[in-house]
C-alpha cells in the first residue's frame, strides 16, 4: 500500500470489514440510524480561553480548552487542518486515568485562534507560538509540560521541545508522524485534497462525510472535532462540490427523467440558498511550501531531545531506519496501536489515553486517580 502523508488527512489503514473499531461507538443494529448530531466542547473540556500573545505585527489570539486543576500540564497539539477538538474525547479520558492538566490548543490559521499573519505556518514560527502561549498562561515559572503531537502537531512539538521554547519540558509524545513515510508521501498529497469534498450542505453532513471516508473512525470524536475542521461560508453559492451525499458512499438513482432532472436542480439551488454552506477552514493546498520544513529532518531532532520520549503509531511500517536504529538502541519508547485510522488519538482514544497514562506514571511524572484499575 501506498505511503501516505502524514498531515492529519489521510487513514492510514483501510476501514475495517463490517465497520469501525469496538471504541467508535459505530455499532448499529439492522436498519438503525446513524446520528450525526454535533456534539458541544463542553462535554469534553472545562473551560475555553483565548490566550493573546504579542507580536511584531501586534497580537495574535490562540484559542486554548483546558480541563484539570493538578498535576502536570499536557500540552496537546493537532494535526493539519484539524483543531484542538480533535483531543477532545481522549482529554475526557486522560483525566479520568491520571492526575493532570489538560491544554489543548488552535495552532495558527486553524479552528478559532486568529492570527495577523496566517499564511505563516513554517514549523519555526508555529514552534515559537506554542512558546510564547506557553508563557502567557503560566509566567516566568511555567509548572512541568509534556507536549504531545498528532501528524503535523507532532512535528510542531519535536520542533518546539528541540529550541527549547518550553524551559519545563518533562516529556515528548509524538502519535503518527515519522520523517520518512511522510516524506514519500508528499507527492501524492495535492491530488488527495482535490478528491475531498470542496463543500458540505451542512456540518451534519460534513461529520457523515468524516466517518464514511474514513478519515474519523470514531463517531463520538467526529461529533465533536468535525466543528473544528470546518466553517460556514460567508456567502453561501451554488457549487457542483456540494456534498449534500457522499459520492461513492451513498449512491444515487441516475435514471431520472431530463425534465425531472432540470426541476430538481431548480429546486436544490432554491434550497442551497436557504442553507448555509459548510467548507473547510485551513486551504491545505495552500500550505505546501511549509510541508518539507515540517518533518525534513524530523527524525534527528526527535531522537535529540534530552527528555523521555514516546512514538505512538497507527503500524509498524512507519519506522524510518534512524527511528529503527534509535527504537534498538532505547532512545524512546515506541507503541504500535493496530486497527487505527491516522488520527490514532480519535480512533482510539481509550488505547492512547493508557499508552500515556503508563509512561508518565512509569517515569515518575504523575500518579494514577485514585481508585482506577491499570
Not at 114 to 129: E, G, I, R
Not at 198 to 227: D, H, P, Y
Not at 314 to 333: E, S, Y
Request: charged share 25%; aromatic share 6%.
Amino acid at each position: 500500500m501506498e505511503k501516505q502523508l502524514h498531515l492529519n488527512l489521510l487513514p492510514s489503514r483501510p476501514p475495517m470489514s463490517g465497520g469501525f473499531q469496538s471504541s467508535s461507538k459505530m455499532k448499529m443494529g439492522p436498519g438503525r440510524k446513524r446520528d450525526f448530531t454535533p456534539l458541544s466542547w463542553s462535554q469534553y473540556f472545562e473551560t475555553i480561553e483565548d490566550v493573546e500573545v504579542e507580536n511584531e505585527n501586534g497580537k495574535d489570539i490562540f484559542r486554548v480548552y483546558c480541563s484539570g486543576a493538578h498535576g502536570p500540564v499536557l500540552l496537546l497539539l493537532h494535526g493539519g487542518g484539524h483543531s484542538a477538538l480533535s483531543w477532545a474525547v481522549f482529554t475526557a479520558v486522560i483525566c479520568s486515568r491520571i492526575n493532570c492538566r489538560v491544554v489543548a490548543m488552535d495552532l495558527r490559521a486553524h479552528g478559532d485562534s486568529k492570527v495577523k499573519n496566517p499564511d505563516d505556518l513554517s514549523a519555526d514560527t508555529m514552534a515559537k507560538d506554542i512558546g510564547k502561549v506557553v508563557e502567557v498562561l503560566y509566567g516566568e515559572n511555567p509548572p512541568p509540560i509534556m507536549i504531545i503531537g498528532h501528524s503535523m502537531g507532532g512535528a510542531i512539538a519535536v520542533h518546539t521541545a528541540a529550541a527549547n521554547h518550553v524551559p519545563s519540558l518533562l516529556g515528548l509524545c509524538v502519535i503518527d508522524v515519522v520523517e520518512g513515510t511522510a516524506m514519500d508521501a508528499l507527492n501524492s498529497m495535492q491530488n488527495f485534497l482535490r478528491s475531498r469534498p470542496k463543500t458540505f450542505k451542512s456540518l451534519e453532513n460534513a461529520i457523515e462525510w468524516s466517518v464514511k471516508s474514513g478519515q474519523i473512525r470514531n463517531m463520538e470524536s467526529a461529533r465533536v472535532s468535525m466543528g473544528g475542521q470546518v466553517k460556514k461560508c460567508e456567502e453561501p453559492t451554488r457549487s457542483p462540490a456540494v456534498s449534500n451525499s457522499i459520492e461513492g458512499i451513498i449512491e444515487e438513482d441516475e435514471e431520472v427523467e431530463e425534465e425531472s432532472n432540470k426541476k430538481r436542480m431548480k429546486e436544490d439551488d432554491q434550497e442551497i440558498k436557504k442553507e448555509s454552506i459548510f467548507t473547510w477552514r485551513v486551504e491545505l493546498s495552500k500550505t505546501e511550501k511549509y510541508w518539507e520544513g515540517w518533518f525534513r529532518g524530523l527524525s534527528s531532532l526527535f531522537l535529540t531531545c534530552p527528555v523521555p520520549k514516546l512514538l505512538l503509531l497507527a503500524g509498524v511500517d512507519r519506522l524510518d531506519k534512524d527511528l529503527t536504529i534509535g527504537q534498538m538502541q532505547g532512545k524512546f519508547q515506541m507503541q504500535v496501536l493496530p486497527q487505527c485510522g491516522h488520527a490514532v488519538h480519535e480512533d482510539a482514544p481509550e488505547k492512547v489515553a493508557d499508552a500515556l497514562a503508563t509512561f508518565m506514571v512509569r517515569h515518575k511524572f504523575t500518579e494514577f486517580k485514585e481508585g482506577y484499575l491499570c
